[in-house]
């Protein structure tokens, strides 16, 4: 059987270090049929290349899996290109020590595989579900045979794309073994961060968001897990890793809804101590019996993918709720007492000065003062996204690389300075709005203290609080409101 060095490239510490659930989820299903698999972790490395070369001396693999994660940080204002580091840093330290097949995948990949392999100069990317794709490549490196026919496996040879086929996704989720982090992952610098384990409950999405890859990554259709596994899993994960703090990361929770509460339902039957959060709760799909399951299960926090404050721009968006839906699953999280970190995206094409400021009162009106609001600046377009065929058809050279390095949407009606004003001078009145290029800035230093001080105090909070608790002081001092007034001064001098 192989020997198979799995690598973990991700160091994007926002809004906390992610445990690198897919990377877990490949060494199980190497690890089903028999292969030795290591997983190296750079999470957190100060130096990658000497770590990538101590791990080729004491483990001699056959084949190098890469996990790539993010493009870059996934916003249209101050974006930061993240693949040239990953480049450096990972792929060429690899590239230099190892003579074997080296083979990328993650979901960065099932965005822009073909691009990166380009920009990387190697011959393999998994295009969709690497428990199938690389083990099936793994498979035939180890007993002789092409993999050149290989569904799901991207090819380049010579400078060219010589195999481009469509992503490969398992139908039967419930046949792929699962996942144990704490297995392969050194778990105790995540639990300084209080990085929660990741679950998947489902993949796939059968919504036409016109910003969103999910589609292309997991594709259009729900691939659904047995409830009963995941409770299963989850049992096991946290028993295992003593972490109770548990993120769904489906591309929407409670979509389809009856799944949902039948994974609810099983999560209660167990009374398992968990904090549960949920990244992607759709607005229209939120009724009283789903989060009275929610509350009941142990849900501490949501992540309600709100986007906007005005139907307008929801329209735009090619949402499927209004903001009556948004109000009401705003009101019931309340009525449970279950905190909402309301996502928004100010800047689609179709925004006005008057949309920005509808969407600004709609959602502060709607969110409690204890509740993060998280303005994104703009819509960075991505390969495959309705939005950014779009943009290609109004001017074909908008992109060089089919969008792999950034290319961000500019509205019809205003800049995106101007919107960025209007949010940050909204940031002054309400110290729960959390702009995520600047704020995302913070010290790691800072967040391991701010975590630090909520796991002891009140350790059922979502570590965001602190963050709004540090705001509030500086505006109850004063200190917002001189920054502020240096804000102000530096915009007037900018305008003459």
């Not at 028999?34 to 693999?61: K, Y």
């Not at 195999?163 to 704490?182: C, G, I």
């Given at each position: 059987?192989?020997?198979?060095?799995?690598?973990?490239?991700?160091?994007?510490?926002?809004?906390?270090?992610?445990?690198?659930?897919?990377?877990?989820?490949?060494?199980?299903?190497?690890?089903?049929?028999?292969?030795?698999?290591?997983?190296?972790?750079?999470?957190?490395?100060?130096?990658?290349?000497?770590?990538?070369?101590?791990?080729?001396?004491?483990?001699?693999?056959?084949?190098?899996?890469?996990?790539?994660?993010?493009?870059?940080?996934?916003?249209?204002?101050?974006?930061?290109?993240?693949?040239?580091?990953?480049?450096?840093?990972?792929?060429?330290?690899?590239?230099?020590?190892?003579?074997?097949?080296?083979?990328?995948?993650?979901?960065?990949?099932?965005?822009?595989?073909?691009?990166?392999?380009?920009?990387?100069?190697?011959?393999?990317?998994?295009?969709?579900?690497?428990?199938?794709?690389?083990?099936e490549f793994v498979e035939r490196i180890e007993q002789g045979r092409s993999p050149d026919d290989l569904p799901g496996l991207i090819i380049r040879r010579n400078?060219?794309?010589?195999?481009?086929?469509?992503?490969?996704?398992?139908?039967?989720?419930?046949?792929?073994p699962l996942t144990k982090s704490y297995k392969y992952v050194d778990l105790r610098p995540y639990r300084r961060y209080d990085s929660p384990l990741q679950i998947?409950?489902?993949?796939?999405?059968?919504?036409?968001?016109?910003y969103c890859t999910y589609n292309r990554i997991e594709g259009c259709t729900y691939r659904l897990r047995d409830p009963r596994r995941v409770a299963e899993e989850?049992?096991?994960?946290?028993?295992?890793?003593?972490?109770?703090?548990?993120?769904?990361?489906?591309?929407?929770?409670?979509?389809?809804?009856?799944?949902?509460?039948?994974?609810?339902?099983?999560?209660?039957?167990?009374?398992?101590?968990?904090?549960?959060?949920?990244?992607?709760?759709?607005?229209?799909?939120?009724?009283?019996?789903?989060?009275?399951?929610?509350?009941?299960?142990?849900?501490?926090?949501?992540?309600?993918?709100?986007?906007?404050?005005?139907?307008?721009?929801?329209?735009?968006?090619?949402?499927?709720?209004?903001?009556?839906?948004?109000?009401?699953?705003?009101?019931?999280?309340?009525?449970?007492?279950?905190?909402?970190?309301?996502?928004?995206?100010?800047?689609?094409?179709?925004?006005?000065?008057?949309?920005?400021?509808?969407?600004?009162?709609?959602?502060?009106?709607?969110?409690?003062?204890?509740?993060?609001?998280?303005?994104?600046?703009?819509?960075?377009?991505?390969?495959?996204?309705?939005?950014?065929?779009?943009?290609?058809?109004?001017?074909?050279?908008?992109?060089?690389?089919?969008?792999?390095?950034?290319?961000?949407?500019?509205?019809?009606?205003?800049?995106?300075?101007?919107?960025?004003?209007?949010?940050?001078?909204?940031?002054?009145?309400?110290?729960?709005?959390?702009?995520?290029?600047?704020?995302?800035?913070?010290?790691?230093?800072?967040?391991?203290?701010?975590?630090?001080?909520?796991?002891?105090?009140?350790?059922?909070?979502?570590?965001?609080?602190?963050?709004?608790?540090?705001?509030?002081?500086?505006?109850?001092?004063?200190?917002?409101?001189?920054?502020?007034?240096?804000?102000?001064?530096?915009?007037?001098?900018?305008?003459?």
């Amino acid at each position: 059987m192989a020997d198979v060095l799995l690598v973990n490239s991700n160091r994007l510490h926002q809004p906390w270090p992610v445990i690198p659930i897919g990377l877990c989820c490949v060494a199980s299903a190497l690890e089903e049929v028999g292969h030795t698999v290591r997983v190296l972790d750079l999470c957190f490395s100060d130096n990658c290349g000497r770590d990538i070369a101590g791990a080729l001396v004491d483990f001699t693999p056959d084949v190098i899996g890469i996990s790539v994660r993010n493009i870059d940080n996934a916003t249209a204002w101050n974006t930061q290109f993240l693949l040239d580091k990953v480049n450096r840093r990972v792929i060429q330290p690899c590239k230099e020590q190892f003579d074997g097949p080296i083979v990328i995948g993650g979901p960065a990949v099932g965005v822009s595989g073909t691009e990166m392999l380009a920009l990387f100069d190697i011959e393999y990317a998994v295009r969709g579900d690497g428990e199938a794709v690389f083990v099936e490549f793994v498979e035939r490196i180890e007993q002789g045979r092409s993999p050149d026919d290989l569904p799901g496996l991207i090819i380049r040879r010579n400078g060219e794309i010589v195999h481009d086929p469509s992503p490969y996704f398992v139908e039967d989720l419930n046949r792929l073994p699962l996942t144990k982090s704490y297995k392969y992952v050194d778990l105790r610098p995540y639990r300084r961060y209080d990085s929660p384990l990741q679950i998947q409950t489902k993949r796939g999405c059968a919504l036409k968001c016109s910003y969103c890859t999910y589609n292309r990554i997991e594709g259009c259709t729900y691939r659904l897990r047995d409830p009963r596994r995941v409770a299963e899993e989850i049992e096991e994960l946290v028993r295992e890793s003593g972490i109770d703090h548990v993120e769904f990361v489906d591309s929407t929770f409670n979509i389809p809804l009856p799944h949902a509460k039948m994974l609810l339902r099983e999560l209660i039957a167990r009374n398992l101590p968990l904090r549960l959060h949920t990244m992607g709760l759709n607005p229209s799909a939120v009724d009283e019996e789903l989060v009275d399951l929610m509350a009941r299960a142990g849900f501490t926090q949501v992540d309600l993918g709100a986007e906007a404050g005005c139907d307008a721009i929801l329209r735009d968006l090619a949402k499927n709720f209004t903001t009556k839906d948004i109000v009401r699953a705003g009101r019931l999280l309340h009525d449970r007492k279950i905190p909402i970190n309301w996502f928004l995206i100010a800047g689609s094409p179709a925004e006005t000065r008057a949309t920005v400021e509808e969407t600004l009162d709609t959602i502060t009106a709607a969110a409690s003062p204890w509740d993060l609001i998280n303005v994104g600046i703009g819509i960075r377009a991505y390969k495959g996204a309705p939005i950014a065929e779009q943009l290609q058809r109004e001017d074909p050279a908008c992109t060089q690389d089919a969008f792999m390095r950034p290319v961000r949407v500019e509205p019809r009606a205003i800049d995106l300075d101007t919107i960025k004003t209007i949010v940050k001078i909204a940031s002054y009145r309400h110290p729960n709005i959390f702009m995520y290029d600047e704020d995302m800035k913070m010290s790691r230093t800072l967040v391991r203290i701010g975590t630090w001080l909520l796991t002891v105090f009140s350790p059922r909070q979502p570590v965001w609080r602190w963050y709004i608790l540090f705001r509030k002081i500086r505006k109850a001092t004063g200190m917002a409101f001189l920054a502020r007034k240096r804000f102000e001064r530096r915009l007037r001098a900018h305008e003459k």
